[in-house]
């Protein structure tokens, strides 16, 4: 293959760039990435906590009654002569979130993990985020990608209004991948080596739909697709006596399916259960 590599540009991958350097790059994108979600998910908790109410009097003459404003938790026992406010201790907030990971991506030998945080009112927000750096350099054999997307869901149906995070959904999503596979004599590349943090990875954004069935008191699966564009530059390189040639670069806009899923489910947070019929958790 000696004219193509005369013909071609000689380039350094990212599996063959200083390490210490590297694994510094890569740290702190997935620092970036952690503080952002962790800002979304502070956000959705103080909003999360504004929906309090309170009772400051109430008072009838005519009649006994016994009510309860269940979301300031008070307790009125109002008599014929008057009303007496009986204020009970208050009850702790249910809060409903999970961890998940993609059985479809771990079957392919790419370690992921998940959070999605119940908002309210049928809406959550989630973050993903998945690492793959397995390789064998004297084989040529390389299966690395990393990345990792933000979402938002509205939960609808009979099992979304009894339960929070169960039954159907429908959502939006986006985010930043990058990938480096090389298999024998070829590799492809997502993004363009030592360029920007846009030209280093393709971005992704579309809707999807899903149902999460219940599969225990704790763990529901969750399956779901998406449709979207995924978008960027990547290169077709190959290997040459110790040094990788860029053959190609290639700009893609794809649209079509973006996302698959089938999702294990661990259930956390106070209340956050699933329930038999009959009422038998």
């Given at each position: 293959?000696?004219?193509?590599?005369?013909?071609?540009?000689?380039?350094?991958?990212?599996?063959?760039?200083?390490?210490?350097?590297?694994?510094?790059?890569?740290?702190?994108?997935?620092?970036?990435?952690?503080?952002l979600v962790?800002?979304?998910?502070?956000?959705?908790?103080?909003?999360?906590?504004?929906?309090?109410?309170?009772?400051?009097?109430?008072?009838?003459?005519?009649?006994?009654?016994?009510?309860?404003?269940?979301?300031?938790?008070?307790?009125?026992?109002l008599?014929?002569?008057?009303?007496?406010?009986?204020?009970?201790?208050?009850?702790?907030?249910?809060?409903y979130?999970?961890?998940?990971?993609?059985m479809?991506?771990?079957?392919?030998?790419?370690?992921?993990?998940?959070?999605?945080?119940?908002?309210?009112?049928?809406?959550?927000?989630?973050a993903?985020?998945?690492?793959?750096?397995?390789d064998?350099n004297?084989?040529?054999?390389?299966?690395?990608?990393?990345?990792?997307?933000?979402?938002?869901?509205?939960?609808?149906?009979?099992?979304?209004?009894t339960?929070?995070?169960?039954?159907?959904?429908?959502?939006?999503?986006?985010?930043?991948?990058?990938?480096?596979?090389?298999?024998?004599d070829?590799?492809?590349?997502?993004?363009?080596?030592?360029?920007?943090?846009?030209?280093?990875?393709?971005?992704?954004?579309?809707?999807?739909?899903?149902?999460?069935?219940?599969?225990?008191?704790?763990?529901?699966?969750?399956?779901s697709?998406?449709?979207?564009?995924?978008?960027?530059?990547?290169?077709?390189?190959?290997?040459?006596?110790?040094?990788?040639?860029?053959?190609?670069?290639?700009?893609?806009?794809?649209?079509?399916?973006?996302?698959?899923?089938?999702?294990?489910?661990?259930?956390?947070?106070?209340?956050?259960?699933?329930?038999?019929?009959?009422?038998?958790?």
């Open positions: 293959m000696p004219s193509d590599r005369h013909n071609n540009p000689s380039f350094t991958p990212p599996h063959q760039e200083c390490g210490k350097r590297l694994y510094i790059s890569q740290l702190r994108q997935l620092i970036g990435f952690v503080t962790l800002a979304v998910f502070n956000s959705a908790a103080q909003i999360s906590n504004d929906y309090d109410y309170s009772v400051e009097e109430v008072r009838i003459d005519s009649t006994e009654i016994h009510f309860r404003q269940s979301q300031s938790n008070l307790d009125l026992n008599d014929n002569n008057g009303a007496r406010l009986d204020r009970l201790p208050k009850e702790p907030k249910s809060f979130m999970d961890l998940r990971t993609n479809l991506y771990d079957l392919a030998a790419i370690p992921n993990i998940g959070a999605e945080f119940y908002l309210g009112k049928n809406f959550s927000i989630l993903n985020w998945m690492y793959s750096w397995w064998s004297p084989r040529h054999r390389y299966w690395r990608i990393y990345g990792g997307d933000i979402g938002a869901r509205w939960w609808f149906g009979n099992k979304a209004h339960k929070p995070l169960t039954g159907h959904h429908l959502g939006i999503y986006g985010g930043v991948l990058t990938f480096d596979f090389e298999w024998g070829k590799g492809y590349m997502g993004g363009v080596p030592k360029g920007t943090l846009w030209d280093r990875c393709l971005v992704n954004s579309g809707i999807e739909y899903g149902y999460s069935l219940p599969i225990g008191p704790y763990l529901n699966i969750d399956f697709i998406g449709f979207g564009y995924l978008g960027g530059r990547y290169i077709k390189y190959f290997p040459f006596d110790n040094e990788y040639f860029r053959e190609k670069e290639y700009k893609m806009n794809y649209f079509g399916p973006t996302k698959a899923e089938i999702t294990l489910i661990w259930l956390i947070g106070r209340g956050n259960r699933n329930i038999k019929k009959g009422g038998e958790k």
